[in-house]
């Protein structure tokens, strides 16, 4: 844990306050979902409150994960933008599954390999998106209220 805060500490010297993510505008045959909740680091117990995460479907059994303003740690200078795509996804009923291996995250457009998302798992459900994977070894979860569209 010490080595990705250090990391997380040394990215946010090189950067501004904040790396930003371009948001996608899906095609109007694309869904998408908006969701506010709780990202929460397991192994530390830290918590980031009001985050915000798109899932946007890209195609019949692929979608893309945005996660903005996202922070892993208290002493972590800077919130950033990242973007989880390609991820593997199905329809049961209702509920939109998704699950996905070895995904190589993306921040400010660039890689972040040393924090590869495992065993990703996740539902949108009519009113909640719920996420739960690990960021290299550190594994969270995320736990979000849909945004009803008016």
């Known amino acids: 844990m010490k080595k990705i805060l250090i990391l997380l500490v040394s990215a946010g010297l090189l ?3 904040h790396i930003g993510t371009e948001e996608p505008t899906p095609p109007v045959e694309t869904s998408a979902y908006e969701a506010y909740g709780v990202l929460t680091v397991l192994s530390s117990g830290f918590t980031k409150e009001n985050v915000r995460t798109k899932v946007v479907l890209v195609s019949d059994d692929v979608l893309d994960i945005y996660m903005f303003d996202v922070k ?3 002493m972590m200078p800077v919130t950033i933008d990242m973007l989880i795509s390609g991820v ?3 329809h049961d009923g209702p509920n939109i599954v998704f699950t996905g291996d070895s995904i190589v995250p993306t921040a400010g457009g660039k890689p972040y390999e040393r924090f590869i998302v495992r065993d990703l798992v ?3 459900t ?3 998106l719920l996420i739960t994977n690990s960021y290299g ?3 969270s979860e995320y736990a979000g209220a849909l945004v009803q569209e008016p």
Do not use: R, W
């Open 15 to 17: 950067m501004s306050c």
């Open 72 to 74: 892993f740690a208290t």
């Open 88 to 90: 593997a996804y199905a």
């Open 122 to 124: 996740g539902t949108v």
């Open 126 to 128: 009519a009113d909640s």
């Open 137 to 139: 070894d550190t594994p």
